[in-house]
């Protein structure tokens, strides 16, 4: 039984009219999310600067607060405080429902993120579908942002940013069919339980190419070609300002705290864990993906546009097709092997797939000649 279950039985044990209980536990549902989210985004603006500090060689933000952890509020009420600027010829209903568009299916991910046993909203038998169902909503808010702005460099940032993700999006479903296929089941709930080995280990090819295609639907570095520092502008919320831009900034990081929960549930066995309460492993695994994402930044030079779409269709495509192969023909031949010598076949097909791949193609180097 979920949470919100629960709370709306005993809100009809203490003879609440039905639709009364069914609209508060709903209601604390959404308080509940919120808090969750906004927090945890302020926690993760924080330990990316500092992090990124470390990584740099240089301090971060100290200033503010015990080793600067109030700074993420300063900035917060900074962007509060600017003016709405909105074009003069604008579509203004669109330009302000943009970011709204954005922001919204963030929140409803976590609707079906299981953060301990139980600790769950609503435990969907469709529970992952659900999840890239409403990821997929943020990239028609992107959409509209570039097309009501009235601005040329927004419009073309929105078409690129649309693409990018519409390129990943199949090889990182491809990655979630695999182990769905290992689970047995959609619920994400079934995912975590079903994994005595993590999945990160016994399909690392599939954790690779889903936790790749992510950062890419993120527009997280590498691939953060949308937003990067040689680009004109800052791409598709170039005209935003205010809270509107505030909404696109929570978004950005609250997709990532989103795609950090779900690769925590899909490959990390989610809360499972020893000694430790379930969802403090949880927040944990969540932080661990999210300093991994923060390493890449600081490391890794930033992709072109050719290099970006290729490696999505001439890389990570195919290698998920032949992963999605390879985990059927065990599921359907071997289904009673010891997991510790799937786990051996399936790093070994990983290291031969990725050396074979990096050798059949590049993504091409040097300049770009015109």
């Known amino acids: 039984m979920t949470l919100l279950e629960s709370f709306r039985l005993f809100l009809l044990n203490m003879n609440w009219p ?23 985004v302020i926690v993760f603006i924080w330990v990316e600067r500092r992090l990124l500090g470390r990584f740099q060689i240089r301090l971060g933000p100290n200033r503010l607060g015990p080793e600067g952890i109030f700074q993420p509020l300063a900035t917060a009420a900074k962007i509060l405080m600017k003016e709405d600027i909105v074009p003069a010829k604008a579509d203004k209903i669109i330009h302000w429902l943009a970011p709204v568009i954005v922001f919204v299916p963030v ?28 990821s997929a909503v943020s990239a028609v808010g992107i959409y509209a942002a570039g097309w009501a702005s009235n601005n040329k460099y927004a419009m073309i940032a929105a078409f690129r940013t649309v693409a990018q993700m519409v390129s990943y999006e199949l090889p990182v479903v491809l990655a979630i069919i695999g182990v769905v296929l290992m689970a047995g089941s959609l619920s994400m709930t079934q995912i975590v339980e079903s994994q005595t080995i993590p999945y990160i280990i016994l399909q690392p090819l599939g954790f690779v190419i889903f936790f790749l295609g992510t950062i890419a639907e993120m527009n997280r570095s590498p691939f953060d070609l949308l937003e990067a520092d040689s680009e004109i502008v800052a791409g598709y919320h170039i005209e935003y300002s205010g809270m509107k831009f505030a909404m696109f900034y929570l978004g950005e990081y609250g997709h ?7 690769v925590t549930t899909l490959f990390l066995s989610g809360w499972q864990g020893p000694w430790l309460p379930p969802i403090l492993w949880f927040i944990i695994k969540v932080f661990l993906v999210f300093g991994t994402i923060v390493w890449m930044r600081a490391t890794l030079p930033r992709l072109r546009v050719d290099q970006l779409m290729g490696f999505a269709w001439k890389g990570l495509l195919p290698m998920a097709i032949i992963n999605l192969f390879i985990i059927a023909a065990e599921v359907l031949w071997l289904p009673q092997i010891n997991l510790w010598i799937l786990v051996a076949i399936n790093i070994a097909a990983a290291g031969v797939l990725i050396l074979l791949w990096s050798r059949l193609f590049t993504l091409g180097g040097g300049r770009v000649e015109v």
């Open 18 to 40: 039905d639709w009364a209980a069914y609209l508060v536990a709903g209601l604390v549902g959404i308080i509940i999310v919120l808090a969750f989210v906004v927090v945890l």
């Open 256 to 262: 990532a705290l989103a795609y950090a929960c779900i």
């Open 107 to 134: 929140l409803l991910i976590f609707a079906v993120v299981p953060i301990g046993q139980g600790a769950i909203l609503s435990d969907l038998n469709v529970g992952i579908v659900y999840v890239v169902a409403v």
